[in-house]
């Protein structure tokens, strides 16, 4: 009887969503193969793991430390693959964040075990059995694990965290003391962005078709009138360095799937189309009436962007009492 | 300064996937391969090093079929000075694999720096680079977007939610490169013309098992057909009340 792992990110001691996304996935994956679901959390002195077992961890794992208030790619990996090793695992989950796409090659190379990533579904049918979108999501890869354990990473904002009480005891483990190789010394925290755009609920982006960097007032006020969205940009205004790197949306930026997505004055190239196709609900605004964005929106409003905005962003204030 | 990069042969961005007969690769008639877009930058970086301190060795290496002598090719023709195709049928399923067939044969290569690109095109395992450090034993740092070498050390800038994550390491080390770490150049004839010199070394190897199995690649589910609400301002309260009653996301 196969149990499944899930390594659990925290930023400033507190369990970020996405990690509640691994939960709720590993706690479907854990019951499919009559399993438990146990969890590890690295973070700072005094770091709490109660309240887990409501998201479905049976056990939780806690290696606290100053040294490791922050992500340390050495410690971190060490005190993931220790909990792995002294179980009987078939997966190890985390989120496909940046943390994540960093930590989760360093558990599986230990383990010697495979790594699907970014992956958006899990099902157990006599094997794990993943969905994972490649070619910049023109493709769906279905893989079947064949070996003894694997490591998966989820794509954040896919699987919507449930609650599902279990007992969620917590155990205190030792923080590794892994001589580190690489050690993070800072992180510059960019002003502003306090929602991230691959995590955000609702995501308005704009291109091209704003004209000039200033216009970008308008895509914020609209994401503050829904007050849980971010700002992200195509690669053309990007690239113009009207928007910072980290809100591109697209093949060579961010991949996105919120509940809502914006594409304003966007034209819907290929390769902005690979970062947002998977976003549940698409809202293209476009003078043009044959911009390629109209084929994947689900609501399309034709017209100049200059005239639909100021009033666009006044009944969603409304709507959301912003 | 003796340098690697990992360069894979992928097809093109602007590729329109067509799935093949046996329902588990794309149908390669009439797509373009290159060398996979963040490899350029780990080329470009790799050159910009050399350069910078004045002498040293840029190898790179291909892990595929054939085919990828030509990916091996543009690098040599941006400036690269050697090239290795590590010949198998094609590159593995599992990104274990073929981190597992690069590291054996870098390991002895006594390289100062490893660079790859953040992820490979086709696959988007984003994997590969990282898992080759921890098989050598060696640090690494992921998605730079800026990187200092000086006295044996790197210090490396990588994107995370709200702000970036600064990295300080040991060489040898492993890096994979983010868009935003340089602007690749592109081969100029000479150097078009001198690759065709440059020694490229095709070494047959035998792959791991590894511990997935491909089932089946399919097109994602078409997105139902969209609505154009109506045009300019006048459609605003409908798609308030689209959001509102159909989408549910009001
Ligand atoms: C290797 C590679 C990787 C790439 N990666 C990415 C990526 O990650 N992300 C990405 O976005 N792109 C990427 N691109 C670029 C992509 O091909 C497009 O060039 C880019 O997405 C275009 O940005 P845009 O839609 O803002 O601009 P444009 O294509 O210029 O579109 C502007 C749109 O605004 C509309 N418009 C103009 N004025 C108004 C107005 N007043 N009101 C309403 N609408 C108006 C126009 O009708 C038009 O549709 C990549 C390209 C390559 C080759
Ligand atoms: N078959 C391969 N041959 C050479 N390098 C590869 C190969 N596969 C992956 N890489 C390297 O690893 C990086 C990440 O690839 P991936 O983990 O597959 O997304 C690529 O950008 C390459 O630098």
Same mark, same amino acid.
């Given at each position: 009887m196969a149990n499944v792992l899930a390594v659990l990110e925290q930023r400033d001691g507190s369990v970020r969503r996405v990690s509640h996304e691994a939960l709720t996935a590993g706690r479907a994956l854990a019951d499919a193969l009559g399993g438990e679901l146990?969890?590890?959390?690295?973070?700072?002195?005094?770091?709490?793991?109660?309240?887990?077992?409501?998201?479905?961890? &049976?056990?939780?794992?806690? !290696?606290?430390?100053?040294? *490791?208030?922050?992500?340390?790619? %050495?410690?971190?990996?060490? @005190?993931?693959?220790?909990?792995a090793q002294a179980g009987d695992y078939a997966a190890v989950l985390l989120g496909a964040t940046a943390l994540g796409k960093d930590l989760g090659p360093r558990i599986a190379a230990r383990l010697a075990a495979p790594i699907l990533s970014d992956v958006t579904a899990i099902a157990h049918d006599g094997g794990i059995v993943v969905h994972r979108p490649v070619y910049a999501g023109k493709a769906i890869q279905q893989l079947k694990v064949t070996g003894k354990t694997c490591?998966?990473?989820?794509?954040?904002?896919?699987?919507?965290?449930?609650?599902?009480?279990?007992?969620?005891?917590?155990?205190?483990?030792?923080?590794? &003391?892994?001589?580190?190789? !690489?050690?993070?010394?800072? *992180?510059?925290?960019?002003?502003? %962005?306090?929602?991230?755009? @691959?995590?955000?609920?609702?995501?308005?982006?704009?291109g091209r078709g704003l004209?000039?960097?200033?216009?970008?007032?308008?895509?914020?006020?609209?994401?503050?009138?829904?007050?849980?969205?971010?700002?992200?940009?195509?690669?053309?205004?990007?690239?113009?360095?009207?928007?910072?790197h980290a809100e591109q949306v697209g093949q060579t930026g961010k991949t996105v799937s919120p509940n809502l997505y914006f594409a304003i004055g966007i034209s819907g190239a290929i390769q902005h189309l690979a970062g947002m196709r998977t976003a549940k609900v698409i809202v293209a605004i476009n003078k043009d009436k044959d911009a390629p964005i109209f084929k994947v929106a689900d609501y399309g409003i034709v017209g100049d962007l200059f005239e639909v905005m100021p009033p666009l962003i006044d009944a969603v204030k409304n709507a959301r009492g912003n | 300064m003796k340098i690697a990069v990992c360069v894979k042969r992928v097809p093109d961005t602007e590729t329109r996937v067509k799935i093949a007969a046996d329902g588990k690769s794309i149908d390669e008639g009439g797509v373009k391969f290159v060398?996979?877009?963040?490899?350029?930058?780990?080329?470009?970086?790799?050159?910009?090093?050399?350069?910078?301190?004045?002498?040293?060795?840029?190898?790179?290496?291909?892990?595929?079929?054939?085919?990828?002598?030509?990916?091996?090719?543009?690098?040599?023709?941006?400036?690269?000075?050697?090239g290795v195709l590590l010949k198998v049928d094609a590159p593995p399923a599992?990104?274990?694999?073929?981190?597992?067939?690069?590291?054996?044969?870098?390991?002895?290569?006594?390289?100062?720096?490893?660079?790859?690109?953040?992820?490979?095109?086709?696959?988007?395992?984003?994997?590969?680079?990282?898992?080759?450090?921890?098989?050598?034993?060696?640090?690494?740092?992921?998605?730079?977007?800026?990187?200092?070498?000086?006295?044996?050390?790197?210090?490396?800038?990588?994107?995370?939610?709200?702000?970036?994550?600064?990295?300080?390491?040991?060489?040898?080390?492993v890096v994979t490169a983010e868009k935003g770490l340089n602007e690749p150049r592109y081969p100029a004839l000479k150097g078009i013309m001198m690759a065709k010199k440059k020694p490229l070394e095709v070494k047959p190897i035998t792959l791991g098992a590894g511990g997935i199995e491909l089932v089946a690649l399919t097109l994602p589910p078409e997105r139902q057909e969209g609505r154009i609400l109506g045009e300019g301002p006048d459609a605003v309260p409908a798609l308030i009340e689209a959001l509102r009653t159909e989408a549910k996301v009001l």
């Open positions: 146990h969890a590890v959390l690295v973070g700072p002195s005094g770091i709490s793991a109660d309240g887990l077992g409501a998201w479905g961890a &049976d056990k939780v794992f806690v !290696a606290a430390g100053d040294t *490791v208030a922050q992500y340390q790619p %050495a410690p971190y990996a060490a @005190a993931a693959v220790a909990r490591v998966i990473t989820i794509r954040p904002n896919n699987f919507t965290p449930a609650e599902n009480a279990h007992a969620g005891a917590v155990e205190t483990v030792p923080v590794p &003391d892994e001589a580190p190789r !690489a050690r993070t010394v800072a *992180v510059k925290e960019s002003d502003g %962005a306090a929602l991230d755009v @691959a995590e955000a609920p609702i995501v308005i982006s704009g004209k000039e960097p200033e216009h970008f007032k308008l895509i914020e006020d609209l994401a503050a009138a829904f007050g849980n969205a971010a700002v992200g940009a195509s690669r053309a205004v990007v690239d113009a360095g009207w928007r910072p | 060398l996979n877009t963040y490899d350029e930058f780990a080329v470009e970086e790799a050159l910009k090093l050399k350069e910078q301190a004045g002498s040293g060795e840029v190898a790179v290496f291909a892990l595929g079929g054939d085919a990828a002598q030509e990916t091996i090719r543009t690098a040599l023709a941006m400036g690269a000075d050697r599992d990104p274990f694999v073929a981190a597992q067939a690069l590291a054996a044969e870098l390991k002895d290569g006594g390289f100062d720096l490893i660079l790859c690109g953040k992820l490979a095109i086709d696959d988007y395992a984003h994997a590969v680079g990282t898992m080759i450090g921890e098989l050598l034993g060696i640090a690494s740092a992921s998605a730079v977007s800026k990187l200092t070498i000086a006295d044996g050390k790197g210090t490396a800038e990588r994107e995370v939610e709200g702000g970036m994550e600064v990295i300080e390491f040991s060489l040898p080390a």
